[in-house]
């Protein structure tokens, strides 16, 4: 008797994650899947399981082997934590361009103050439009993959971006030009990021990394370090159009890491796209349509519906005053751009500090206890710009430079970690299925709200009267900063106090038999009275509908 072929989904998943120890696993496996009368099917030990052929001899095999510190099988584990990790360094290292073009229009353009904050919120215009990128991962493949070709285009669109600003003087001279190029760099900026998050969601569900967001807030905060780092030591003395080329240039090499890998040896579950979305959808429109329908009922989930109601909100009410607090560091303190580099690069390392102690101690504490301290600490941290602005710290003997390179990234740092426990959060939640349409649905509501945010505060500048030659009541905008974020603290009780990474309930409409045997782990085992062919057949067809 020819024994039935194992599927290369069966083999990549593992099924030893979710077995009790006090369970004997290899007594377990001889009693489910073999015979007695016959030769094994195939053969368990507590560290690998190997499929056998008629002669009894060793046709597929793996082992139950971890990645240090993130919990990654390690099946695909090393190009995932390569591209990922590369990936999103990169995108963190976006800052040393970007502060050369904020240089570039604060200084070579004159723009004023409030013009500068109305580009620099205006460029993040394409961000809002991540939930029709997250849904067109979802639901179309392009080569086979869902995710790889969308990260390759929108690496593409930057390098389309940055090259010409970098080559070509009318792109960054005249102000439309540049508006541009900057929201094409921002439309690729997003597609990529709305394709890597929705591959670090599905990989991190696949094979029980839940860390792997904290990996790649990491990755990313190492890039802003040595961004910042960078481009604080460089911008007094190289042109900006060096640094938009050395940007560009590890673009490219970005840009070769997913055109040279294929999903496939990602160990990511490909059939499970397209049982996601129906077999009877044959319409373009069809297709999206369903993944919308998909991406609704996901968010109308009351814990993931509160908590993002409150994460958009505390993020929108607060008017940012970024580019008046920038040029009032330049322009009125005329402090050197490597303090300000430098700066970033100290709240970067903050960030980072962060990440790691949230990923080791924080993520299964409560989750509203953790925002809400996250939230005052924010609003606490808003008032050391008001020190400044004051001169306080001179009062207290420290110069303007220690006290803006030591404090003055304080605020952003804090803002941006507090996105990391529901951008966890989510990523454990969401459905399968909705992993790319949840994840960038989230992305583009906080990018929204930080446009809101961006947009009041050039409200805000214009009606106190901030200009380029005044800034006498900055104070008093960092104080309406101050108030309007601890105004989110009132509503509180909108984000669920679960801890952060919570394993959810995943056996809702299964067959009976299949929510008897969910804890035996990812691969769910036939009931005991099926034998040989009839036993496997029935592991490798219920291997697809396990989650």
């Excluded at 496996?29 to 016959?38: M, S, T």
Aim: glycine share 10%; proline share 5%.
């Amino acid at each position: 008797m020819i024994r039935p072929y194992v599927s290369p989904e069966t083999r990549s998943l593992n099924p030893f994650s979710g077995i009790p120890k006090s369970v004997d696993r290899v007594a377990l496996c001889r009693v489910l899947g073999n015979d007695p009368k016959r030769r094994p099917s195939f053969r368990c030990s507590s560290k690998e399981l190997t499929f056998l052929s008629e002669n009894g001899r060793s046709r597929d095999r793996f082992e139950e082997r971890k990645g240090k510190g993130l919990g990654l099988s390690q099946f695909g584990a090393g190009k995932m934590m390569g591209l990922c990790g590369f990936g999103y360094w990169v995108q963190g290292f976006r800052c040393f361009p970007w502060l050369a073009l904020n240089f570039h229009m604060a200084h070579n353009l004159g723009l004023h103050p409030s013009a500068l904050q109305l580009v620099q919120n205006s460029g993040n215009l394409p961000t809002v439009a991540k939930p029709l990128y997250g849904i067109l991962s979802d639901a179309f493949c392009i080569n086979g993959d869902h995710r790889l070709p969308y990260i390759s285009i929108g690496v593409l669109l930057q390098v389309l971006s940055w090259g010409p600003l970098a080559f070509i003087p009318s792109a960054r001279e005249a102000l439309p030009n540049l508006m541009a190029f900057v929201l094409l760099s921002n439309l690729g900026a997003s597609i990529t990021e709305v394709a890597m998050d929705a591959l670090v969601a599905e990989y991190g569900r696949s094979n029980g990394a839940s860390s792997l967001q904290s990996y790649a807030f990491m990755a990313s905060a190492v890039g802003g370090i040595l961004g910042n780092f960078l481009g604080g030591y460089f911008l007094p003395t190289a042109a900006s159009t060096t640094m938009f080329l050395v940007f560009s240039i590890l673009l490219s090499f970005q840009l070769a890491v997913p055109l040279a890998i294929k999903e496939d040896a990602l160990g990511i579950q490909q059939k499970s796209f397209s049982h996601d979305y129906g077999r009877g959808v044959s319409s373009v429109l069809g297709v999206i349509r369903n993944q919308t329908s998909n991406l609704q009922r996901a968010i109308k989930e009351e814990t993931i519906l509160g908590s993002l109601i409150w994460v958009v909100s505390s993020i929108a009410i607060v008017p940012i005053l970024s580019g008046s607090i920038f040029c009032y560091q330049t322009q009125c303190l005329h402090l050197n751009p490597s303090v300000i580099g430098m700066s970033r690069v100290v709240g970067q390392l903050v960030a980072l500090s962060a990440s790691i102690f949230f990923n080791r101690f924080w993520n299964n504490v409560d989750m509203r206890k953790l925002v809400g301290f996250t939230q005052a600490l924010y609003a606490g941290t808003l008032l050391l710009d008001l020190v400044l602005v004051k001169h306080i710290n001179l009062k207290m003997g420290i110069p303007n430079e220690i006290f803006v390179l030591c404090f003055s990234g304080l605020a952003e740092t804090v803002a941006q970690f507090k996105l990391l426990p529901f951008m966890v959060f989510f990523a454990n939640s969401c459905p399968r299925g909705c992993e790319g349409s949840l994840m960038s649905f989230l992305a583009s509501a906080t990018c929204l709200s930080s446009i809101v945010s961006g947009f009041l505060g050039v409200g805000l500048s214009s009606l106190i009267g901030i200009t380029s030659g005044d800034f006498s009541n900055l104070g008093v905008g960092i104080l309406v900063q101050f108030f309007a974020a601890m105004l989110p603290l009132a509503w509180i009780h909108r984000v669920t106090a679960s801890p952060v990474v919570v394993e959810k309930e995943k056996s809702r409409g299964r067959h009976w038999s299949l929510k008897r045997g969910r804890k035996l782990g990812r691969v769910v085992f036939p009931p005991i009275h099926l034998y040989g062919e009839e036993s496997l057949k029935l592991i490798d067809d219920r291997v697809y509908r396990a989650k």
